[in-house]
T-cell receptor, first 111, second 116 residues
Framework: GQQLNQSPQSMFIQEGEDVSMNCTSSSIFNTWLWYKQDPGEGPVLLIALYKAGELTSNGRLTAQFGITRKDSFLNISASIPSDVGIYFCASPMDSNYQLIWGAGTKLIIKP | ETGVTQTPRHLVMGMTNKKSLKCEQHLGHNAMYWYKQSAKKPLELMFVYNFKEQTENNSVPSRFSPECPNSSHLFLHLHTLQPEDSALYLC???????????????FGPGTRLTVL
């Protein structure tokens, strides 16, 4: 079945560092969505990608829709403490457009 | 501010209690969703409503009963829950899914439910 594999599961970084995470699948998708969830809150949509090869930025965040349509990448430049949280990728299934979700990448900033 | 509100934010209930979770969206969307989020597990879709009609029920036990009186409001009625039902319950809304931007879902802050 369709599933999304996110990596890494967690990241410990220093403030100011750049961050990269990715989401892969054995299936082709036509849309990639990246969400961030703060503790005790709902996920917030960061970036939406609709076209293979597309590169889209939102402030210090940049996401890319892989050319094979089987993967997507999220980069955060010059991380700050408020970047802490869990980042999820999600894509709609072809059959019923329900979103399937990656397990998340937890970002932790070392003090 | 996401335009999707949920109440209550926190709920503690016994196994014999009946309670309801409420969700309201102010985005003009037609589809609404209930998700369950347990620790260290991916988001689990429970129910989908499109134009007030339930279109998906992902094998959810009958102790969870959804209600969608209109496109802006969604309820989850809880009855005779088990401790393993303790989780964050998230509501989301979207335009009618099918085309690119319509698949974007917008979430409320969630209700943290603890079943004793």
């Amino acid at each position: 079945g369709q599933q999304l594999n996110q990596s890494p599961q967690s990241m410990f970084i220093q403030e100011g560092e750049d961050v990269s995470m990715n989401c892969t699948s054995s299936s082709i998708f036509n849309t990639w969505l990246w969400y961030k969830q703060d503790p005790g809150e709902g996920p917030v949509l960061l970036i939406a990608l609709y076209k293979a090869g597309e590169l889209t930025s939102n402030g210090r965040l940049t996401a890319q829709f892989g050319i094979t349509r089987k993967d997507s990448f999220l980069n955060i430049s010059a991380s700050i403490p408020s970047d802490v949280g869990i980042y999820f990728c999600a894509s709609p299934m072809d059959s019923n457009y329900q979103l399937i979700w990656g397990a998340g990448t937890k970002l932790i900033i070392k003090p | 501010e996401t335009g999707v509100t949920q109440t209550p934010r926190h709920l503690v209930m016994g196994m014999t209690n009946k309670k309801s979770l409420k969700c309201e969206q102010h985005l003009g969307h037609n589809a609404m969703y209930w998700y369950k989020q347990s620790a260290k597990k991916p988001l689990e879709l429970m129910f989908v409503y499109n134009f007030k009609e339930q279109t998906e029920n992902n094998s959810v036990p009958s102790r969870f009963s959804p209600e969608c009186p209109n496109s802006s409001h969604l309820f989850l009625h809880l009855h005779t829950l088990q401790p393993e039902d303790s989780a964050l319950y998230l509501c989301a809304s979207s335009r009618t899914p099918g085309t690119s931007e319509n698949n974007e879902q917008f979430f409320g802050p969630g209700t943290r439910l603890t079943v004793l």
